[in-house]
């Protein structure tokens, strides 16, 4: 069994709910950010709170939302998007400060709604925090020389300065108040009218290619070190010495970081940093001039100063996001209170393509939410159900065997049949003998998914065709055996068929790779045809384990269909 099978109900919870979360972040989050919509941040935030509350009706443990958070914000890297330490450090906290409210006020209207205020808040909040990391407390200065300065040129006769700040706070007190009223109404209806999950296919390999894309970059914990060293020296020499000096100095780092990691490239080359460097530095430039009455060297150098904190903390940011990818770092976590995530994330990893697919198109998200959330909380009860159902799941393989012409492959027709008429999912591959004028002159694959059939092996072809004695062999029934036995089309199937293992499989030819994933995939049970001669090297080849050999000459071939069926059911 593997390590998926350790992971306690909490974490399997908190994976769903994290996925689920995760999955608006990745999909909705690059549409809203792209089209620039206003409160983008706080639109994924509210569907977060929506989420977390609605499931809160149906699984009422204890520190589901903060893991939940925590899921959500490590799935965040799988996004498109560059800058994500600064959303994973944002979804984290709403997601605390959420668990933290409703333990002190409870489930009821008060402590979701105060709940739903602050972490929609947070990213407000969050938004100053980062100004004053990155610009220093120049940017307050800054913010309160232009507030003086509005006043000034409208001729305004009240105190200006909290306004704009207060504004904003009431534009996300509403979301807020907004979300946990969804999130109520939709927790309520899941009691009062449960929805069936239907379930849904989805594009699996496509993911799966994107997730074990390789990973050439070297992790280092000594550059992770050094990383963390150059940030705080960089800070500290912006306070302490000349202009002339810390320029070159965080010039140097900023080199440095761009010949070794490709983020801080990323981050540079973005025209939205560019004109954010600019514009602070004008606008110091000419608002402390203004107001201040200092020289304009002084205000830019201000500006400057300004943009290249803030220059080194994003990008060192950046390059403390890679760094923290490292193995070794996961390993550690493995050993702490945090030891179920990895095996959660995994989970996640495994969970997310199908809610990316059950994700319906903004228009159907913005006209009806309580109806997206409900579907998207039924889907987290039938994964939940389906993850302890694979947690009990111990694969078994049967082995099929007999002589040369014994029946083996009617017997399986037979078994293919009566496994679809008891609605026992059967997937995989049997090979039919084809005569001609009561010749044998080769044989045809079919697919047992698909009822698809392609030419194998024939007799006495000419062409450019690999051969097996004295047959050729078709590479269509190559494809279709490669598509048939893939582990990412037999998820549904609890028992896959592999007629037959031969002389090819034992040089790493035709199924023998497919068998290997299939025992690797733990997902089904499998069930092999295979000469009398060659049950035992098969057995040795692949480390067979929990397996049972049938032998068609021993035993009625009625009794090993009620054994196999009622062993798998």
């Known amino acids: 069994m593997n390590n998926k099978a350790q992971s306690n109900e909490i974490w399997i919870k908190a994976s769903i709910i994290g996925t689920v979360w995760a999955s608006f972040e990745i999909v909705l989050g690059s549409f809203l950010h792209n089209l620039k919509i206003p409160f983008s941040g706080s639109i994924l935030t509210s569907i977060g709170v929506i989420i977390l509350i609605s499931v809160s009706y149906i699984w009422k443990d204890k520190g589901i939302f903060w893991r939940a958070g925590l899921i959500c914000a490590l799935m965040k890297t799988m996004s498109p998007s560059a800058v994500i330490f600064g959303p994973m450090i944002a979804i984290f906290s709403e997601s605390l400060l959420l668990d933290i409210s409703i333990r002190i006020l409870g489930k009821n209207y008060m402590g979701y709604i105060v709940a739903s205020i602050l972490a929609v808040s947070w990213s407000f909040v969050q938004k100053i925090i980062n100004l004053l990391i990155f610009y220093g407390f120049n940017i307050v200065e800054l913010y309160q020389n232009i507030m003086k300065f509005t006043e000034k040129q409208l001729n305004l006769q009240f105190d200006t300065l909290w306004i704009p700040i207060l504004i904003l706070l009431f534009v996300y007190v509403v979301i807020g108040v907004i979300s946990a009223i969804i999130g109520i109404k939709t927790g309520k209806k899941l009691i009062s009218q449960p929805i069936e999950y239907k379930q849904q296919q ?71 940093f560019w004109i954010f460097f600019v514009a602070i530095t004008m606008l110091t430039a000419f608002i402390f001039t203004k107001i201040q009455s200092k020289s304009m ?35 550690f976590f493995n050993k702490t209170y945090f030891k179920q995530l990895p095996i959660a994330l995994e989970l996640s990893a495994e969970s997310l393509p199908m809610v990316i697919a059950n994700i319906p198109d903004f228009k159907t ?23 302890k159902n694979e947690q009990n799941f111990v694969q078994k393989i049967f082995i099929i065997t007999g002589k040369i012409d014994s029946g083996k492959t009617t017997f399986i027709k037979n078994l293919i049949e009566n496994l679809k008429e008891k609605k026992i999912k059967v997937g995989g591959i049997y090979s039919q003998k084809i005569f001609e004028n ?25 062409g450019n065709y690999n051969k097996i004695g004295i047959f050729s062999i078709f590479p269509k029934a190559l ?16 028992i896959v068929i592999i007629d037959e293992i031969g002389n090819l499989e034992f040089s790493d030819k035709a199924w023998a790779k497919s068998l290997e994933e299939l025992i690797k995939f733990q997902k089904n049970n499998i069930l092999i045809v295979v000469r009398e001669a060659l049950t035992e090297k098969v057995i040795k080849k692949w480390n067979l384990q929990n397996y049972t050999v049938f ?19």
Do not use: C
């Not at 060297?297 to 923290?324: C, H, K, P, Q, W």
């Not at 044989?443 to 059939?453: A, C, E, G, V, W």
């Open 202 to 272: 989805y594009n699996y390999q496509n993911f799966l290619n994107k997730s074990n894309s390789k990973n050439d970059f070297k992790y280092s914990l000594i550059w992770l070190t050094i990383d963390i060293f150059l940030i705080i020296i960089s800070l500290i020499l912006i306070s302490i010495i000349d202009w002339r000096i810390w320029s070159i100095s965080i010039f140097a780092i900023v080199i440095i970081w761009i010949l070794k990691y490709k983020r801080a490239i990323r981050q540079l080359s973005k025209p939205k």
């Open 297 to 331: 060297f002084d205000a830019v150098l201000i500006g400057i100063e300004m943009n290249f904190r803030a220059t080194i903390l994003i990008v060192g940011f950046s390059v403390l996001g890679t760094e923290l990818y490292n193995p070794k770092i996961r390993q």
């Open 365 to 387: 998200i913005i006209k009806n939410p309580v109806s997206v959330v409900s579907q998207l909380i039924a889907y987290s009860e039938f994964r939940f159900s389906q993850i």
């Open 438 to 462: 009561n010749e044998r002159i080769g044989y045809d694959l079919f697919d047992i998914n698909t009822n698809k059939s392609e030419i194998f092996l024939r007799k006495n072809i000419n």
């Open 479 to 494: 494809e279709l055996r490669i598509e048939s036995l893939k582990p990412e089309n037999n998820t549904e199937n609890k």
């Open 551 to 569: 032998n068609l000459h021993e035993a009625e071939n009625k009794i090993i269909e009620n054994v196999i069926i009622e062993t798998i059911n």
